[in-house]
């Protein structure tokens, strides 16, 4: 049973930048995609980024341009820099198989902007 961990969410102003990350406890070589996800206040959970195993990216056009999703699936690890943040980025960001999320989800991590 995989289990994912993020971490790297806080506090941060208008046109500042963070760094997620996404740590895996199992191998998550078996899925083709892995994604991150965000969830505000009153809406859906919708996916923002992707990246495969092929290291081939994705993104939602709301953040394409401002967020850069990274890492190694190999390793059990994605990572999601956030530049030029905007109020409407807060929200808990999760990570999980991009377009079909079929891993438990984690507890997720709070990105707050303010303006």
């Known amino acids: 049973q995989v289990q994912l961990v993020e971490s790297g969410g806080g506090l941060v102003q208008a046109g500042g930048s963070l760094r997620l990350s996404c740590a895996a406890s199992?191998?998550?070589?078996?899925?083709?995609?892995m994604g991150w996800y965000r969830q505000a206040p009153g809406k859906q959970r919708e996916l923002v980024a992707a990246?495969?195993?092929?290291?081939?990216?994705n993104y939602a056009g709301s953040v394409k341009g401002r967020f850069t999703i990274s890492g190694d699936l190999a390793k059990n690890t994605v990572y999601l820099q956030m530049n030029s943040l905007k109020p409407e980025d807060t929200a808990v960001y999760y990570c999980?198989?991009?377009?079909?999320?079929?891993?438990?989800w984690g507890q997720g991590t709070q990105v707050t902007v303010s303006s």
């Open positions: 999980n198989a991009a377009w079909a999320p079929i891993f438990d």
């Open positions: 990246i495969t195993n092929g290291g081939n990216t």
């Open positions: 199992g191998s998550i070589l078996s899925i083709n995609a």
